[in-house]
């Protein structure tokens, strides 16, 4: 399981200090909360899938800025030192993968994904 959250977060080139941030968001009670921005943004059905078994539906730069703001997707896109256009296209292809490595068993279960989240954050060092 931690070999595959590394490889949804290292995939692709991706930016380590983006993903990071990424796997913050998702700590600390971050699952339930990410599933329910995007559920509040419309964008529901997606988020479930990504808990749920099956197949993951992606998502694309302008869902991820509609489920989280243009202000924290700035504040991202800052702190990663990369455009908002590069952040929202990593977070759309990272974030689907992360929440579904995260919840296993088909559930949000927060602190069950904390712990995976943890050991891949000292996984990547950071």
Not at 4 to 17: T, V
Not at 39 to 58: E, F, H, Q, T, Y
Request: glycine share 16%; charged share 20%; proline share 2%.
């Amino acid at each position: 399981m931690l070999d595959k959250l590394i490889g949804s977060a290292l995939g692709g080139g991706r930016n380590n200090q983006l993903m990071g941030m990424a796997l913050g968001m998702l700590s600390g009670g971050g699952v339930s909360q990410l599933v329910s921005k995007f559920a509040g943004a419309g964008l529901g059905a997606k988020a479930d899938s990504w808990v749920g078994g099956g197949d993951n539906d992606s998502l694309d730069a302008d869902e991820v800025r509609q489920a989280l703001g243009d202000e924290e997707i700035a504040r991202i896109a800052s702190e990663a030192g990369v455009s908002e256009q590069e952040a929202t296209e990593q977070l759309a292809e990272a974030l689907p993968e992360m929440v579904n490595e995260a919840t296993p068993t088909g559930q949000v279960d927060d602190s069950a994904a904390d712990d995976l989240l943890g050991q891949m954050k000292g996984a990547l060092g950071l």
